[in-house]
Antibody, heavy 115, light 107 residues
Framework: EVQLVESGGGLVQPGRSLKLSCAAS????????MAWVRQAPKKGLEWVAT????????YYPDSVKGRFTISRDNAKSSLYLQMNSLKSEDTATYYC????????WGQGVMVTVSS | DIQMTQSPASLSASPEEIVTITCQAS??????LAWYQQKPGKSPQLLIY???SLADGIPSRFSGSRSGTQYSLKISRLQVEDTGIYYC?????????FGGGTKLELK
């Protein structure tokens, strides 16, 4: 069974940093691109980042480019999202997802950016 | 960026009715479109991929179609458990973009 379990969320002040983790199991992690998708409270879905199987290629929308960094450790079947210079508009539930057709999602982890 | 215009924003329908939700892409995206259902407090679930292919375990009353740059999700014989918010997603090019969502309620 495919499982994606996020961790690392919480309350953080504007301008500070936070790192999210996602532990994957039930599939060959190193064979898949992976992604992060977020959802602000009561809002729609927004793609945040994608990483290639080896980690050599990454993609971001303009809203987070230069502030967020996606990475992975294939030996640990883990995905990460380093978030720097956080803004209030980054407040959201962050989902780890298997890239493909985004066919599997984690349960999500809440990040609140507030002073 | 490719814009995905989803309609309607909300709808209410009765059990056993047929419901259709549409997404209009701002440019050609081929069949690089997926549909998701999200229930309150839950993660989204993949329903349809490649515009018309049914995801594993999804009931056959869900179907997807394409006409040019307009994509549709049809739910035949609406069931109570089909309530939720539906989203389309284009993965033709970065940045991937989602439609604004359609909230489906049952009468």
């Amino acid at each position: 069974e495919v499982q994606l379990v996020e961790s690392g969320g919480g309350l953080v002040q504007p301008g500070r940093s936070l790192k999210l983790s996602c532990a994957a199991s039930g599939f060959t992690f190193s064979n898949y691109y992976m992604a992060w998708v977020r959802q602000a409270p009561k809002k729609g879905l927004e793609w945040v980042a994608t990483i290639s199987t080896s980690g050599s290629r990454t993609y971001y929308p303009d809203s987070v480019k230069g502030r967020f960094t996606i990475s992975r450790d294939n030996a640990k079947s883990s995905l990460y999202l380093q978030m720097n210079s956080l803004k209030s508009e980054d407040t959201a539930t962050y989902y780890c997802a298997r890239h493909s057709w985004v066919d599997y999602w984690g349960q999500g982890v809440m990040v609140t950016v507030s002073s | 960026d490719i814009q995905m215009t989803q309609s309607p924003a909300s709808l209410s329908a009765s059990p056993e009715e047929i419901v259709t939700i549409t997404c209009q892409a701002s440019q050609d995206i081929g069949n690089w479109l997926a549909w998701y259902q999200q229930k309150p407090g839950k993660s989204p679930q993949l329903l349809i991929y490649s515009a018309t292919s049914l995801a594993d375990g999804i009931p056959s009353r869900f179907s997807g179609s394409r006409s040019g740059t307009q994509y549709s999700l049809k739910i035949s014989r609406l069931q109570v458990e089909d309530t939720g918010i539906y989203y389309c997603l284009q993965r033709y090019s970065n940045p991937w973009t989602f439609g604004g969502g359609t909230k489906l309620e049952l009468k």
